[in-house]
């Protein structure tokens, strides 16, 4: 029997390829693991309604880890015109797989390491190296959403003794309201997540990421949980800045940062652009992380256009797989797989389309392979 149980979802578009780099990668380093193929994304919305069914929840519940490519989601309008006819018209709603696995298996901390790799051509500056929390199961991304607005929702804000000017008088279908939903809870586990791992790898500074002064309830809470945690952790420098202002502040001074921590979608913005300082949607790494099951994937989405071309770069699957190694307590695997990705990216025999080169995504697994 496998020391490890690993559920493999490939997804569709650039999944299946940069998956399939990843696991070159892996058999190379004879990482002693069953893969259990799951199925997930387009293809099964199309045909099922689901795009996350429930075998691949269940064959989630019975592993150690997980690896996932990327899918393709579309607009409302678009994906009910795709599903099948006996399907349409269900009140089947399409919500992101990778959103509903976070919340599912309370997968609270999206961890994304940003780190430009020596001799990376797409490099902002060499050097940088960045670690974001993102919050992962509530805020925006709650679920919670009403368009048009049902009456009762309406009624109850209207007689809100605050007045809600921007819907007064408007009738429920000219409006929608999403709810921001932030937890005392959710916020102080993803910022003593950060200080945890701050503390562990030796890290001098976090700094958390809001926008208290306008989204003042959700936003004022995330911070007041974040500074109570904060006070646990005397030994190292907490700072705080605007989601806004920290967009320019990164871009000027990446070296003044070090850990960052944000509710969920300030996360999901700010992870993107500190994986572009450093190469962009080819290095962008993440690792969705919870008490039992952790998922790592990469941060780039599927590509369609370069769907099974053997184009893309795999270097942000591969690091991924390389958080998960380290997840699962295989720490010098993992160091050794960061190790050779880091000397193929030096050496620069072998660059992807993105990193202006013409070599194939097997190409560049095959050169990382060399270094190990
Ligand atoms: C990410 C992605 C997802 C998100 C999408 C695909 C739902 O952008 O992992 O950052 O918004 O979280
Ligand atoms: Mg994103």
Known sequence: ????????????????????????????????????HGDIGWEFWCKEGDAFPQRTIDLLRHVDAAMFGAITSKPVK????????????????????????????????????????????????????????????????AGVEFSPVPKELADVLGKLSRPFHVFKDMPTDQYAVSCKVNSKKGSERIVRAAFEFAKKHNRRKVT?????????????????????????????????ANVDAICMWLLKNPFSYDVLVAPNLYGDIISDLAAQMVGGLGFGCSGNIGQQLAVFEPSHGSAPKYAGQNKVNPIATILAAKMMLDWLGEKEKGAHLERATSAAIKEGRVRTYDMGGSNSTTEMAEAICAHL
Not at 7 to 36: C, F, N, Q, S
Not at 87 to 111: A, N, W
Not at 119 to 128: F, H, V, Y
Not at 231 to 240: F, V
Request: charged share 30%.
């Open 78 to 141: 678009a994906a009910e015109a795709e599903l099948i006819p006996e399907l349409r018209g269900k009140g089947l709603v399409y919500r992101s797989p990778i959103v509903r696995m976070r919340q599912m298996f309370d997968l609270y901390i999206c961890l994304r390491p940003c780190k430009a790799y020596a001799g990376n051509p797409l490099n902002l500056k060499e050097g940088i190296d960045l670690v974001v929390f993102r919050e992962n199961t509530e805020d925006l991304y």
């Open 208 to 240: 958390i990421v809001h926008k208290a002064n306008v989204v003042r309830a959700t936003d004022g809470l995330f911070l007041e949980e974040a500074r109570k945690v904060a006070r646990d952790y005397p030994g190292i420098q907490c700072d705080e």
């Open 1 to 36: 029997m496998s020391t490890y149980k690993i559920a493999w979802l490939p997804g569709d578009g650039i999944g299946k390829d940069v998956m399939d780099a990843t696991r070159l990668v892996l058999d190379r380093m004879h990482l002693d693991a069953e893969y259990l």
